[in-house]
């Protein structure tokens, strides 16, 4: 069970976020025993990213301060062989999120892209109709193009909506379930980037420790439901969930 190695593990997984989730994504990541680490200043990134497991760059607030730590940070983990994650939040929604983004994928390699669909069409420069941070509306072939990134980019792509669809550009996998809630609480995806991080690291499989990690995500949503009356005590569920998955391994 991955979450079970993951605690057992107890990853350093630096996380150079955005503030709205921050904190979120920090106590996602301890439930699941792993090691937070949010430090975003360019001036102390690379050497904070030499003691991680894994980087994850995610530009939900992106500013120039932030672009600056991710391109330092990025470049450094690549020179050690650390895996750097991409959550490219709302990547078309502005010329200047997009313009970062294709920087970022041409300066930095990239072991997985964890995207919604709209941050897809961003990527593989399909016209898409981005609502702020949502997935908006437009007209693609999430298989295709998933697969032409994960092969331009030589990487795995993880693209989540109401079903996920994984690719490495050859081995390709839809993942079902999960709750309509998880888009009523803010963060939701943006932790599953971070758990990404850590779930990469926890064996030489990435391609199928991160399917086991979205099947996962799906129940844990289930549960979370189930348990939880309200959005705000939904949020807690989801990290109630995630804490007693690690520990017990049953989904």
Not at 26 to 39: K, Q, R, T
Not at 109 to 120: D, K, P, Q, S, T
Not at 177 to 200: D, N, Q
Request: net charge negative; with cysteine; charged share 20%.
């Amino acid at each position: 069970m991955v979450f079970q190695t993951i605690r057992k593990k107890q990853p350093l997984i630096h996380c150079i976020t955005n503030y709205v989730v921050a904190n979120f994504q920090a106590n996602g990541l301890l439930a699941i025993g792993a090691s937070p680490v949010m430090a975003d200043d360019p001036q102390e990134v690379e050497e904070m990213v030499s003691i991680a497991s894994a980087l994850l760059v995610n530009i939900g607030t992106l500013t120039t301060r932030t672009k600056e730590s991710m391109l330092l940070a990025g470049k450094k983990a690549n020179a050690l062989g650390i895996p750097v994650i991409l959550d490219p939040v709302a990547a078309g929604a502005t010329a200047y999120r997009k313009q970062t983004v294709l920087q970022l994928l041409d300066t930095i390699h990239f072991a997985v892209i964890r995207c919604n669909v709209g941050e897809l069409a961003a990527i593989a420069n399909v016209q898409w109709q981005q609502k702020g941070v949502d997935s908006g509306t437009g007209s693609i072939s999430v298989e295709d193009k998933a697969k032409e990134i994960a092969k331009k980019y030589n990487c795995i792509v993880i693209v989540t909506g109401e079903k996920d669809f994984i690719t490495d550009g050859n081995l390709a996998q839809w993942i079902v379930g999960g709750h309509t809630r998880m888009t009523e609480v803010t963060g939701t995806g943006c932790l599953l980037s971070a758990i990404c991080c850590a779930a990469y690291i926890a064996g030489n499989e990435p391609f199928s420790q991160l399917c086991d990690t979205l099947t996962s995500y799906k129940k844990i949503a289930e549960h979370a439901h189930s348990a939880a009356q309200y959005n705000g005590d939904f949020a807690v569920a989801v990290l109630n969930e995630l804490h007693r998955l690690s520990k017990d391994g049953d989904i």
